[in-house]
């Protein structure tokens, strides 16, 4: 994707890799529409970034994703970027009474909202890029995050898919793979020993700028490389288990 003059939508961009992505993109003279749930939150990204658009919005309801697309259709028609970066996290065990629960709104939030957001998107004429964030996760799962690392896995193989059917459409996918970063995903403190976002940004423009359409840092590129073996070492060294 061209890195310059873009109209960007990035879901959750006002915190983590989406705020890093928020401000890279704003310094690369972008502009840059965010969504999220948190009112207070967006509003401290404007204040950090005064051209950020940002649109409070919860991606768990249909209806709201629709809502988003509607509003972007007639307000921002020139919208030629959609990236699907929010996400969230449960560290949570099939014995949990609120298992299945959570599990959904996890399914919901990681699977259902970016597809749904791709299936309404590819109908704006100027769309060129799709950015799908998935994870490191999406390779070899942690067994602390079960359904989450699961959804991740079906978004990589989605993400693949979705390439090669939007060929025709000339629309350019990309799939974003981060590895474990500091923010605060799952809950504050739980990432804090993980490198910082910075670090990662750094690395995903100069791979977009090279052309890029799979992007990886660390651990990522480690096991989108990894053969059956390397991956079965990972799992154990991850989970304690053989
Ligand atoms: N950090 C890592 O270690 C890591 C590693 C691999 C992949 N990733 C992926 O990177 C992406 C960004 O995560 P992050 O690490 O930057 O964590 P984060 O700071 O918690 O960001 C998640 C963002 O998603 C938004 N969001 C969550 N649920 C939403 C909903 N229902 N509707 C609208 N927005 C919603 C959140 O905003 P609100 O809460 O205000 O809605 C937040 O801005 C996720 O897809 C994550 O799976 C992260």
């Given at each position: 994707m061209k890195i310059s003059n873009n109209k960007i939508l990035i879901t959750?961009?006002?915190?983590?890799i989406g705020l890093g992505l928020t401000e890279r993109f704003i310094k690369e003279n972008n502009t840059v529409i965010i969504c999220g749930r948190r009112d207070s939150v967006l509003k401290e990204a404007v204040a950090k970034f005064p051209s950020v658009i940002t649109k409070q919005c919860d991606l768990s309801s249909a209806k709201e994703r629709e809502e988003l697309y509607k509003w972007i259709s007639e307000n921002?028609?020139?919208?030629n970027v959609l990236i699907n970066n929010a996400g969230i996290q449960q560290w949570s065990?099939?014995?949990?009474?609120d298992f299945f629960q959570r599990a959904k709104e996890e399914i919901t939030i990681n699977i259902e909202a970016p597809i749904h957001l791709a299936s309404l998107f590819?109908?704006?004429?100027?769309?060129?890029t799709i950015v799908n964030v998935t994870s490191g996760?999406?390779?070899?799962?942690?067994t602390k995050v079960p359904v989450y690392s699961a959804t991740k896995s079906f978004l990589h193989s989605f993400t693949l898919s979705l390439r090669a059917l939007m060929k025709s459409k000339n629309i350019e996918v990309i799939e974003l793979i981060p590895p474990?970063?500091?923010?605060?995903?799952?809950?504050?403190?739980?990432?804090?020993?993980?490198?910082?976002v910075s670090d990662f940004i750094e690395s995903v423009f100069e791979q977009l700028k090279q052309g890029k359409t799979t992007i990886t840092f660390g651990f990522s590129e480690g096991m989108v490389k990894a053969g059956p073996e390397d991956l079965q070492k990972a799992f154990a060294r991850m989970n304690g288990a053989g």
């Open positions: 959750g961009g006002a915190t983590g921002h028609s020139d919208l065990s099939i014995t949990d009474s590819i109908n704006l004429k100027s769309l060129s996760l999406s390779f070899v799962p942690l474990a970063l500091n923010t605060d995903l799952g809950g504050k403190g739980l990432h804090d020993s993980a490198p910082a």
